[in-house]
């Protein structure tokens, strides 16, 4: 028996391990949830969670992994990099409670895809219809720049998302370089066989590909509705509209670009 004092610390979790036979979304993210695999993103979340920023001074900060939004038979996936750290990380919802939120949901609403042109915690009503929005990383990293082997790390937890939402997905969305490479290596790693011929990632840069099952999907990029992005004029809402537009009309109709 070990002396109190001297037990052995808590190792961190494999999401490799943890995602083995999982069967539905719920648990897989009651199991992200507590994901603790990558010690420099579990000490800054939880550091911001601490030090907050003074507009939230009076608010419980999330302060852990985020799971994904929407529903389990959702025909779009948007594929971001990682959670805002005033954004996601205090509200506990992707997309939620910062600039790059708004962006997104008002497009999301103006194309159906969203009920509510707004998000701005768990509790405001907002839904998701036919769409699932996910991230790269699952936790925020410090200056937005996850590494190489966090992202590998978080992987895991892509994959299995990915599998489960596969039945009913046509279309992905992939919101920044980052997220459409993440798009693009975990269909690979599940099996399924993309074109070689891939374009550069770009605003409006998509493929389609024929899946496993024979179903067409479709893959576009958007640059990020980042503040930078935004106020420098690099995206514009009519841009971002026209991306969300395609993702939603393929997902929906399967009518080519």
């Given at each position: 028996?070990?002396?109190?004092?001297?037990?052995?610390?808590?190792?961190?979790?494999?999401?490799?391990?943890?995602?083995?036979k999982?069967?539905s979304?719920?648990?897989?993210?009651?199991?992200?949830i507590?994901?603790?695999a990558?010690?420099?993103?579990?000490?800054?979340?939880e550091?911001?969670?601490?030090?907050?920023?003074?507009?939230?001074?009076?608010q419980?900060?999330?302060?852990?992994?985020?799971?994904?939004?929407?529903p389990?038979?959702?025909?779009?996936?948007?594929?971001?990099?990682?959670?805002?750290a005033?954004?996601?990380?205090?509200?506990?919802?992707?997309f939620?409670?910062?600039?790059?939120?708004?962006?997104?949901?008002?497009?999301?609403h103006?194309?159906?895809l969203?009920k509510i042109?707004?998000?701005?915690?768990?509790?405001?009503?907002?839904?998701?219809?036919?769409?699932?929005?996910?991230?790269?990383?699952?936790?925020?990293?410090?200056?937005?720049k996850?590494?190489p082997?966090?992202?590998?790390?978080?992987?895991?937890?892509l994959?299995?998302?990915?599998?489960?939402?596969?039945?009913?997905?046509?279309?992905?969305?992939?919101?920044?370089?980052?997220?459409?490479?993440?798009?693009?290596?975990?269909?690979?790693e599940?099996g399924?066989?993309?074109?070689?011929?891939?374009?550069?990632?770009?605003?409006?840069?998509?493929f389609?590909?024929?899946?496993?099952?024979?179903?067409?999907?479709?893959?576009?990029?958007?640059?990020?509705p980042?503040?930078?992005?935004?106020?420098?004029?690099?995206?514009?809402?009519?841009?971002?509209?026209?991306?969300?537009?395609k993702?939603?009309?393929?997902?929906?109709?399967?009518?080519?670009?």
């Amino acid at each position: 028996m070990e002396w109190l004092g001297h037990l052995p610390k808590k190792l961190p979790i494999d999401p490799e391990k943890e995602i083995l036979k999982l069967r539905s979304l719920k648990v897989l993210d009651q199991k992200l949830i507590k994901c603790d695999a990558c010690p420099r993103l579990v000490q800054w979340r939880e550091e911001i969670s601490e030090i907050k920023r003074r507009a939230y001074s009076d608010q419980k900060y999330w302060g852990k992994p985020v799971t994904g939004f929407g529903p389990q038979d959702a025909s779009v996936v948007v594929v971001g990099l990682a959670p805002g750290a005033h954004g996601a990380n205090r509200t506990g919802r992707v997309f939620t409670g910062d600039s790059s939120g708004d962006w997104l949901y008002r497009s999301l609403h103006k194309n159906g895809l969203a009920k509510i042109p707004t998000s701005s915690s768990r509790f405001d009503g907002q839904e998701l219809i036919d769409t699932r929005i996910v991230c790269a990383v699952r936790c925020v990293p410090p200056g937005n720049k996850p590494t190489p082997q966090e992202t590998a790390k978080c992987e895991p937890w892509l994959r299995c998302e990915f599998e489960l939402l596969l039945p009913t997905t046509r279309s992905y969305l992939a919101l920044g370089s980052i997220a459409w490479k993440a798009i693009a290596d975990v269909l690979i790693e599940i099996g399924e066989e993309l074109p070689r011929k891939r374009p550069k990632f770009g605003h409006g840069a998509h493929f389609k590909f024929q899946g496993k099952d024979g179903n067409t999907r479709l893959v576009i990029g958007s640059y990020h509705p980042s503040q930078q992005n935004t106020f420098t004029g690099k995206l514009t809402a009519t841009q971002l509209d026209s991306v969300v537009k395609k993702a939603g009309r393929f997902a929906h109709a399967g009518k080519p670009l």
